[in-house]
Each structure stands twice: as C-alpha cells, then as structure tokens.
C-alpha cells in the first residue's frame, strides 16, 4: 500500500484487529499504478488499495476486508472537504450552493443507485476523472456511504464537537500520521477544526 496513506492507516488497525505483529507481514510502500504491476506479476500477496486498481485487482483475487468494515470498527476514512475559514466567512452564499450542489449529487444516486450504469453519463464522466473503466464504477460507488445533510450534521459526523464522528476519525487520522512522521505535531481538540454549520444553513433554505 502507499505508505502514509488511509490504506496505510486501515492495514494497520486491521492487522491490529486479528493479532498480526508488524513483524509477521512485510510492507512495501507502493504507489497505486506500482500495485496493480506487482500485484500481476505475483510480487506482491496482498494489496490494500483503492479504485482503480482495487477493481483490477480484484479480478483475480479474494476480498479479506473493506474500509467500510473497519469504520464500522471505529476508525472511519472519508472523503472530507475543507476551506479556509476567512474566505468561507466572507462567502457564505457560496458555502451553502456548494453545499447544497453536492448533496444534491449524492441524492441522485442513492435514491436510483441502479440508473447508474456503465454508459449513463455521470458513470462516464467519473471514469474519465479517476482514470478507470466505466464498467467498474458502479461496483465501486456502491461500496461508499454518501450520508445526506441530516447524517452529516448529526453527531456521527460533523456535529458533536470534540467528540464527533469527525473530530474523532481526524484525531486517529493524526495519531497514524505523527507515528509515521507526516506531521509534526497534533491539535488538542480536533472538533475546533470540524463544522456542520454550513451543513445546517442549506438544512434551513
């Protein structure tokens, strides 16, 4: 896996989880485009990677875990967004269109997940983005949770300050990265840099 990356950090919880020592397996820092190359030509036994390669690689292999399992363990990875809070400030009607066009995305998949299809054209416009094929796309969008506004607000995810599903996934994000010297220090309290408020104002429209 790339070494530092949200795959790095779910090996090692799961490994964690099934009493594997560091000592028992060997890492090998790989790039995604290196994976899918080592993993045909049998250099590596297992990969914990992303889509593209991980639709590739699944062509011939076993699938052992998922991150979606892991989070549902206690230590989530998501796709998250962040803007600095100065210009967010002094742009509040753009924070809540932003909003308001991506919750709006993820609706229309969930409430019709089987209209998208290898040639519908959002499916297209995904692939030629991420770089894949198109026929691996839906398998892929179907392993995500897109959570709606209410979701994200709530104390699972934005909300909760400190103690929110965020605030608590960027704590151990952080920790992994300190212990791997990506950074070097952490904040005390990771829900001083999460907000639903932008969430709640497109709630209120």
């Known amino acids: ?24 397996v060997k890492i090998f820092n790989l790039q995604p485009s290196s994976i899918g190359a080592a993993w045909k030509s049998k250099t590596i036994d297992a990969a914990f990677i992303w889509d593209p390669v991980l639709s590739q690689i699944e062509r011939s292999g ?23 809070r100065s210009w967010a400030r002094d742009n509040p009607e ?17 409430n019709d997940r089987r209209a998208w299809t290898r ?26 949770k897109f959570p709606n506004l ?8 934005l909300g909760g300050g400190a103690q929110g599903g965020a605030a ?5 994000t ?13 904040l005390a309290d990771y829900g001083t840099v999460v907000t639903d408020q932008w969430v709640r104002r497109a709630m209120g429209r």
């Open 150 to 157: 209410t979701e994200q607000s709530s104390d699972l995810w």
């Open 62 to 84: 076993n699938v052992l875990i998922t991150s979606g399992q892991l989070s549902r363990w206690g230590k989530a990875t998501f796709d998250g967004l962040v803007v600095n």
């Open 174 to 186: 952080s920790k992994f990265l300190l212990e791997q010297k990506k950074i070097s220090k952490m």
């Open 168 to 172: 608590r996934a960027l704590f151990h």
């Open 1 to 24: 896996m790339p070494v530092g990356s949200t795959a790095h950090f779910h090996t090692l919880f799961a490994l964690e989880q099934f009493g594997i020592g560091l000592g028992d």
């Open 119 to 144: 040639t519908s054209e959002p499916v297209k416009k995904i692939a030629q983005l991420v770089g894949g094929n198109a026929q691996d796309i839906p398998r892929s969008l179907f392993l995500y």
């Open 94 to 110: 753009f924070m809540v269109n932003f909003v308001e066009t991506i919750a709006a995305a993820d609706a229309a998949y969930t």
